[in-house]
C-alpha cells in the first residue's frame, strides 16, 4: 500500500467515522421519527404522492422495506394511501397535514441542533466547515 493510499483510507475513515457521530446525535433530537421516517417524509412531500415501489428506488431500498416504512408513518397519521390517479388498481403514499408538521419540526429541530454546535466555531473554522461541504457534495453526486 502506497502511502497516498494509506493516507487517504486514514482520511476515509475518519470521515466515516465523524459522520456516524453526526447521524448518532441527530438521531438522539428525532423525538421518535426514525431517519427512514424522516427520509421518506420529506422525499414524498418534496416528490408529491409515490407509489411505494418508487418511494423505494429513490431511497434505494427494497420495496418490503418501504412498505414497513409507510405502515409505520400511516400508524402515526403522517401518511395516506390513495388511489392513484393513473392507474386506479394501485395506489400512492401522500404526506398527510400532520406528517408535513411533524417533518418540518424534525428537520427543523436537527438544523438548529447544528447552528447551535456551528455557532462556538471560529469564523475561520466556519469557513473551512463551508469549503469542505462543497467537496462532500461533490463525492455523494
Not at 66 to 91: F, H, M, N, Q, T
Request: aromatic fraction near 2%.
Amino acid at each position: 500500500m502506497t502511502s497516498l493510499v494509506r493516507e487517504d483510507a486514514a482520511v476515509a475513515d475518519r470521515l466515516r467515522v465523524v459522520l456516524t457521530r453526526l447521524g448518532r446525535l441527530l438521531r438522539q433530537r428525532a423525538d421518535g421519527l426514525t431517519p427512514s421516517q424522516l427520509s421518506a417524509l420529506t422525499l414524498v412531500e418534496d416528490q408529491g404522492p409515490l407509489r411505494v415501489s418508487a418511494l423505494a428506488a429513490l431511497e434505494a431500498v427494497d420495496p418490503s422495506v418501504a412498505s414497513r416504512i409507510v405502515a409505520s408513518l400511516e400508524e402515526k397519521g403522517w401518511c395516506e394511501r390513495r388511489v392513484d390517479p393513473s392507474d386506479r388498481r394501485a395506489s400512492v403514499v401522500a404526506v398527510t397535514e400532520a406528517g408535513r408538521r411533524r417533518a418540518d419540526e424534525a428537520v427543523s429541530a436537527r438544523t438548529l441542533f447544528i447552528a447551535d454546535r456551528m455557532a462556538t466555531l471560529s469564523a475561520g473554522d466556519r469557513r473551512k466547515l463551508e469549503a469542505g461541504l462543497e467537496v462532500l457534495e461533490r463525492l455523494v453526486r
